[in-house]
């Protein structure tokens, strides 16, 4: 009886490949031209501007991270990560733009408190988290995606821890210069 059971299950797993299946994701792949976004937005250094989209940030590096929710522990340590770099990120030519579910008050508000000082655009239906492979409703998934002048997506991150996040992107970023 155990022969009988190696015997099928063996056939079974090589036709299903488990580690395939488990690391499978939406997201777009390096080398895919970065999905196209318009959402309304929050930076403090450009009070006047609302609405922001991909085309905004053509000839410059850009660093899109997704994040779940404005104030969290994850994603408050994540956030402050790219703010202290973020003149290092300008000195390679990059932008960093943050996307929540939040909306424009609650991005305004972590600005201000946390002292985040790129843009934080506002995605609540999670349609732009969708296209990236990032939407786990009703929050935006932890990821990262880095995106060439041409807005091509260079390198991605998928379901990242937020310690340390920022330099890890910020290092690839200094390998792709």
Request: a negative charge; hydrophobic letters at 40%.
């Amino acid at each position: 009886m155990r022969n009988l059971v190696v015997s099928l299950l063996i056939p079974f797993i090589l036709l299903f490949n488990f580690n395939s299946a488990i690391a499978f994701d939406f997201a777009p792949e390096v080398g895919d031209t970065a999905p196209i976004f318009k959402l309304e937005g929050f930076n403090k250094n450009i009070k006047s501007k609302k609405i922001w989209e991909l085309m905004d940030f053509q000839g410059k590096w850009l660093v899109i991270y997704f994040y779940p929710k404005d104030f969290t522990a994850g994603c408050t340590l994540e956030a402050k990560g790219f703010s202290e770099l973020k003149n290092d990120f300008s000195k390679y030519n990059a932008e960093i733009v943050g996307i929540s579910a939040d909306n424009q008050d609650s991005h305004e508000s972590f600005c201000s408190e946390k002292s985040i000082n790129y843009t934080l655009l506002s995605d609540p239906e999670g349609i732009i988290s969708d296209q990236y492979g990032s939407w786990i409703p009703p929050f935006s998934d932890r990821n990262t995606f880095l995106i060439s002048p041409e807005g091509i997506i260079s390198y991605r991150w998928i379901s990242v821890l937020p310690i340390n996040h920022a330099k890890e992107v910020l290092n690839v970023l200094k390998k792709k210069i």
